[in-house]
């Protein structure tokens, strides 16, 4: 038995970054331990950058009927996502077990394998395989891969069996959460009180509680705490008494966090929970996973395809790692200040000075928006590595949208008309025509023209599947070289130099 690359874990970043694959062709066999779909909520926020993706990706299904909310926080401060440069700014609340299902039949039309009740348990590398074994319905099997991509979550078996190292701090404090039906408790947002901290959301005659109690140290937990546990911890922080109302579940969650030293070993990869954990706040963990997801999926393609240019599926380590660094910091820069005691006030009370101002309030929007991530230093444009996002404002309007990346994973060359051609009362083209070409090695890529004036001394943009800027600039010759970096090969002689 063999595949050409075998994903461990059926989670949304297993089962996004098996559609990614399927839709390039690539032959994916996915091993789920469990026998069916998992019903639990979990992460229910898709932010804008992965809304986008998900509607490039033609999952509207999923968006349309989503209650979309502008308004979020950063350590409980109020952000406006309003202004973020995207026709989906703002969090869309899905529950994952909907986002995994869509996902999931996606990656079944796309071809590919998902085999249920299937438990990785070893891996042995030999030269250019990985064979992999695992426990199921007939026993032991042992399946040969080009690539094993571990998705399967925070307690990784492929992180732990391929002597990945990880850099972790353990739990300090902990959250109990619970839906409590008629808890006959006002409302609150962020409360942080004596005793702790403490959130109460109400939904259709259900609300939410999340509370910490100051100085309680983390327990390890075996099973989810007893309702009497959240009530009475409830009551410690609010001295409200909530013993008597009935829970539909509760859980627990704490704040420790690690992140792989590597996403990367030789055939194997990391993708989403395997790869960094934190305490989910601000919905970050299941975002940040799907854009691992969206990175890899593309550049894994293009090695098992056979035009990926030397290096390329090395920058899948060195982009997610540090975008995920990054938000673990975010995270607990937020925990502190949310949790912390009467040492933080005066932090607080810097930060939300900080905070009202329009441009920190714009920076820390794209963050929350999942819009922030710069790939690489390259260029000096501002523009190379950022996601297509930045190039809206007012300077291509309605062109760069994520259609753009509708039809299929390749890489998309937008041609500006040069000046002269554009002058006069040439119109922007909101569907611009894309035309289809394979490099000199093979590899795929759309060409767009468009017949406007380009901006700041950009004729040319080089997007990436994951909707990356590649390139952005003027010169054939520039060109040429961002071409041959990221897709392997330059444009084919027919192509050169043409435009709108
Ligand atoms: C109880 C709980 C509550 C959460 N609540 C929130 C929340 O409120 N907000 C938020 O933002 N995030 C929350 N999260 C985190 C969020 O769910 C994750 O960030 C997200 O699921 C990560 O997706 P993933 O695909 O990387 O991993 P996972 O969703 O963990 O998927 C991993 C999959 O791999 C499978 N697997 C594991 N080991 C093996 C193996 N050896 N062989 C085969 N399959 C294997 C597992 O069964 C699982 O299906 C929560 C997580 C948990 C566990």
Request: a neutral charge; one cysteine or more; proline letters at 5%.
């Amino acid at each position: 038995m063999s595949t050409q690359v075998l994903i461990a874990g059926a989670g949304p970043v297993g089962l996004m970054l098996a559609c990614e694959l399927g839709r390039s062709g690539v032959q994916v066999t996915v091993l789920e331990r469990l026998a069916a779909p998992m019903r639990e909520s979990r992460a229910s926020l898709l932010n804008t950058c992965t809304a986008e993706l998900l509607h490039a990706r033609g999952f509207d299904s999923l968006l349309d009927p989503a209650q979309r909310e502008v308004k979020t926080h950063f350590a409980g401060f109020p952000i406006d996502l309003s202004a973020a440069p995207s026709d989906y700014a703002g969090h869309f609340k899905v529950p994952q077990y909907v986002t995994e299902q869509v996902l999931g039949d996606e990656a079944q039309r796309a071809g590919v394998t998902l085999l249920r009740s299937r438990e990785l348990t070893g891996i042995r590398e030999t030269g250019d395989r990985v064979a992999c074994a695992f426990d199921g319905p007939a026993g032991r099997v042992v399946l040969e891969t080009e690539y094993l991509v571990g998705c399967d979550g925070a307690g990784s078996t492929v992180r732990r069996l391929a002597g990945f190292g990880a850099s972790q701090r353990t739990a300090t404090r902990e959250l109990l959460r619970a839906d409590v039906v008629d808890a006959g408790i006002r409302d609150r947002r962020f409360e942080r009180l004596e005793g702790g901290f403490a959130v109460a959301n109400t939904r259709r005659g259900v609300t939410r509680v999340m509370m910490h109690v100051r100085g309680h140290e983390p327990v390890r937990r075996q099973s989810p705490p007893a309702f009497s546990e959240v009530a009475s911890s409830w009551k410690k922080v609010t001295g409200e008494d909530i013993s008597r109302r009935e829970a539909l579940w509760a859980d627990s969650f704490d704040n420790s966090y690690g992140q792989a030293d590597c996403y990367r070993r030789g055939r194997v990869l990391l993708a989403g929970d395997a790869a960094h954990w934190h305490m989910p706040i601000g919905g970050q963990a299941l975002n940040v996973g799907l854009s691992d997801a969206v990175n890899l999926g593309w550049k894994l393609a293009a090695a098992v395809t056979g035009w990926a240019p030397k290096g390329l599926l090395d920058t899948y380590d060195s982009e997610r790692r540090a975008a995920a660094a990054r938000v673990i910091r975010h995270v607990a820069a937020q925990e502190t200040l949310m949790l912390g005691g009467a040492e933080v006030e005066p932090l607080r009370h810097v930060l939300s000075g900080l905070i009202a101002i329009e441009g920190a309030q714009h920076l820390i929007g794209l963050f929350c928006a999942g819009l922030d991530d710069r790939y690489g230093t390259q260029g000096d444009d501002g523009l190379a590595g950022r996601h297509m996002a930045h190039l809206r404002p007012g300077r291509v309007p309605g062109v760069l949208s994520p259609d753009l990346l509708t039809a299929a994973p390749t890489g998309v060359l937008v041609r500006f008309a040069d000046p002269g051609q554009a002058a006069g009362d040439n119109p922007v083209r909101r569907t611009p025509a894309a035309q289809s070409v394979s490099l000199p090695n093979g590899a795929p890529l759309r060409i767009v023209r468009v017949a406007q004036p380009p901006g700041d001394g950009v004729t040319d943009v080089l997007l990436r599947p994951d909707a990356h800027i590649a390139w952005a600039g003027c010169g054939e010759r520039r060109l040429s070289d961002a071409l041959s970096q990221w897709f392997g090969a330059p444009l084919p002689d027919n192509h050169r130099g043409s435009r709108a």
